[in-house]
């Protein structure tokens, strides 16, 4: 009994969502349009991703660990200058 209630409950709720397009809420507005854009954009693609905001890497770099060489520019801090007064 509890197995079907729960089914249930999880039934309801994933039939609680809306499958429509998104609106922009009354007094509210959409975002100014960008810098050289005469109309601005709508809530669709506002919600697409860039191409660059998700980068795939196609080559891995290292594939095992490895001794990194010498770097000529890990240089240990400055001495502090004593103050001559």
């Given at each position: 009994m509890r197995n079907v209630a729960a089914l249930l409950v999880l039934a309801a709720l994933a039939a609680c969502g809306q499958r429509a397009d998104l609106a922009v809420k009354e007094g509210a507005s959409l975002p100014?349009?960008?810098?050289?854009?005469?109309?601005?954009?709508?809530?669709?693609?506002?919600?697409?991703?860039p191409t660059i905001a998700i980068p795939k890497?196609?080559?891995?770099?290292?594939?095992?660990?490895?001794?990194?060489?010498?770097?000529p520019f890990d240089l240990p801090p400055p001495e502090r200058a004593v103050d001559p007064q």
């Amino acid at each position: 009994m509890r197995n079907v209630a729960a089914l249930l409950v999880l039934a309801a709720l994933a039939a609680c969502g809306q499958r429509a397009d998104l609106a922009v809420k009354e007094g509210a507005s959409l975002p100014p349009a960008p810098y050289g854009r005469a109309q601005k954009p709508a809530p669709r693609e506002l919600l697409t991703i860039p191409t660059i905001a998700i980068p795939k890497r196609s080559v891995e770099l290292r594939t095992r660990s490895e001794e990194r060489e010498d770097d000529p520019f890990d240089l240990p801090p400055p001495e502090r200058a004593v103050d001559p007064q």
